[in-house]
């Protein structure tokens, strides 16, 4: 059940629900945390079971969102929406256009963008009636599809594990097991390919078997239950999430796991039990920022050179977590949620500061 003190407890800050029964738009965006800048997340669409059902999974990935800016060192907050309803049948311009309206009058405390079921079409039609959306098409002025960004910091995150595991961050023979061959499971096949490792890869869409079967030549197909069985160097879950649980982690005989799926823990735990196992855990909601990096630059002017060259500050970051967690001894996952509650904390301490007339937070009159 929706509570205010369910919101206090997780720090969320706002949260709205917007109805058009004109075009049946029922959506519901949550903003979690503003500090370092306006909340930016995307727009899923999905046909929940129950108000909330929705309500759940909207804030909990606007605070996951809150998170995932403040380690990467992005100036943004967090947020989500969801749009309840059936992507197959529920769809239409005046839908989105409608949500779009309602964007607009949060005056850019949420900017939006693509997420579950939520495609470029649809973000075009928001784009008609609001500047607060990201992921717009490349020939608005937008940054396009973002999984190459995103498998890329993937690879980045790969190399500092590697770094970490074996002391060269080269990929060059590494055995990986990559499960879904999706937008960014393809992307990052092609770009393990093209660094000398070894893949075996797994999906349940012929189509995507084939595409994946393109860019990654010698590339050997496993079933989707023997990808957990592999023996290889990095585990990387690239379709779902929760796949590292009860039933998995003891059958993984991977040194490390990266991958690009978000939520990968089933719960915390996983997180304890991967590191008295010995396997190094990179951080998912880190290392699959990139294509977050990349739409956060829309506005002041998108290029390759600028999201590809943030995209590789995953290296680093990641690097300075591995080192965060063995300092602390405290698994991976805490050591992330560390670096980021510590950015927004000391973030949240600088801006009580009155800084005078010059201050955008309180403008002043002008001299006679
Ligand atoms: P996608 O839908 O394009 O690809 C997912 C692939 O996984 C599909 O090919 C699907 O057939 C396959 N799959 C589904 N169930 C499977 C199973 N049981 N076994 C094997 N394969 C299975 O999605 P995507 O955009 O490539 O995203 C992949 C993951 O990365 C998702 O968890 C997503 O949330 C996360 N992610 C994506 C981005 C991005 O830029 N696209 C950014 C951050 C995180």
Same mark, same amino acid.
């Given at each position: 059940?929706?509570? !205010?003190?369910?919101?206090?407890?997780?720090?969320?800050?706002?949260?709205?629900?917007?109805?058009?029964?004109?075009?049946?738009?029922?959506?519901?965006?949550?903003?979690?945390?503003?500090?370092?800048?306006?909340?930016?997340?995307?727009?899923?669409?999905?046909?929940?079971?129950?108000?909330?059902?929705?309500?759940?999974?909207?804030?909990?990935?606007?605070?996951?969102?809150?998170?995932?800016?403040?380690?990467?060192?992005?100036?943004?907050?967090?947020?989500?929406?969801?749009?309840?309803?059936?992507?197959?049948?529920?769809?239409?311009?005046?839908?989105?256009?409608?949500?779009?309206?309602?964007?607009?009058?949060?005056?850019?405390?949420?900017?939006?963008?693509?997420?579950?079921?939520?495609?470029?079409?649809?973000?075009?039609?928001?784009?008609? +009636?609001?500047?607060?959306?990201?992921?717009?098409?490349?020939?608005?002025?937008?940054?396009?599809?973002?999984?190459?960004?995103?498998?890329?910091?993937? !690879?980045?995150?790969? +190399?500092?594990?590697?770094?970490?595991?074996?002391?060269?961050?080269?990929?060059?023979?590494? *055995?990986?097991?990559?499960?879904?061959?999706?937008? *960014?499971?393809?992307?990052?096949?092609?770009?393990?390919?093209?660094?000398?490792?070894?893949?075996?890869?797994?999906?349940?869409?012929?189509?995507?078997? +084939?595409?994946?079967?393109?860019?990654?030549?010698?590339? +050997?197909?496993?079933?989707?239950?023997?990808?957990?069985?592999?023996?290889?160097?990095?585990?990387?879950?690239?379709?779902?999430?929760?796949?590292?649980?009860?039933?998995?982690?003891?059958?993984?005989?991977?040194?490390?796991?990266?991958?690009?799926?978000?939520?990968?823990?089933?719960?915390?735990?996983?997180?304890?039990?991967?590191?008295?196992?010995?396997?190094?855990?990179?951080?998912?909601?880190?290392?699959?920022?990139?294509?977050?990096?990349?739409?956060?630059?829309?506005?002041?002017?998108?290029?390759?050179?600028?999201?590809?060259?943030? *995209?590789?500050?995953?290296?680093?970051?990641?690097?300075?977590?591995?080192?965060?967690?063995?300092?602390?001894?405290?698994?991976?996952?805490?050591?992330?949620?560390?670096?980021?509650?510590?950015?927004?904390?000391?973030?949240?301490?600088?801006?009580?500061?009155?800084?005078?007339?010059?201050?955008?937070?309180?403008?002043?009159?002008?001299?006679?």
């Amino acid at each position: 059940m929706f509570t !205010f003190e369910k919101l206090y407890a997780e720090g969320h800050e706002e949260v709205v629900f917007f109805s058009d029964a004109s075009c049946n738009l029922k959506a519901i965006i949550a903003i979690h945390d503003t500090t370092l800048g306006p909340a930016l997340g995307g727009t899923r669409m999905w046909n929940y079971k129950s108000m909330d059902d929705a309500i759940y999974d909207v804030l909990r990935l606007s605070k996951g969102m809150t998170y995932k800016a403040a380690v990467s060192g992005l100036n943004l907050g967090g947020g989500k929406a969801v749009i309840l309803g059936d992507p197959t049948k529920d769809k239409s311009e005046a839908l989105f256009r409608s949500y779009g309206r309602f964007l607009e009058s949060l005056n850019g405390r949420y900017i939006t963008a693509e997420d579950v079921n939520i495609g470029v079409e649809d973000i075009e039609h928001i784009f008609t +009636e609001t500047s607060y959306v990201t992921g717009v098409a490349k020939t608005h002025g937008g940054s396009g599809n973002p999984s190459p960004y995103t498998a890329r910091g993937v !690879f980045r995150g790969m +190399e500092a594990s590697c770094s970490k595991v074996f002391g060269t961050r080269s990929l060059k023979g590494k *055995v990986v097991a990559l499960q879904g061959a999706g937008s *960014v499971g393809r992307h990052l096949g092609e770009i393990l390919h093209n660094n000398g490792a070894k893949i075996f890869f797994t999906d349940i869409n012929e189509k995507n078997i +084939e595409l994946f079967r393109e860019v990654a030549p010698g590339a +050997e197909l496993v079933g989707p239950e023997d990808i957990y069985d592999i023996n290889c160097d990095i585990y990387a879950p690239c379709a779902l999430g929760a796949t590292v649980n009860d039933n998995t982690i003891d059958k993984l005989k991977a040194k490390i796991v990266c991958g690009a799926a978000n939520n990968q823990l089933a719960e915390p735990r996983h997180g304890d039990i991967l590191m008295e196992k010995n396997i190094l855990y990179a951080p998912d909601y880190l290392i699959n920022a990139g294509g977050l990096m990349n739409v956060s630059i829309e506005f002041e002017g998108w290029s390759d050179t600028k999201a590809t060259r943030m *995209v590789d500050t995953i290296y680093d970051t990641t690097t300075k977590i591995f080192k965060l967690s063995e300092e602390n001894n405290i698994p991976v996952y805490k050591a992330t949620d560390l670096m980021a509650e510590k950015r927004i904390d000391a973030i949240k301490k600088i801006q009580g500061r009155y800084l005078g007339n010059i201050g955008h937070r309180f403008p002043g009159r002008k001299k006679r």
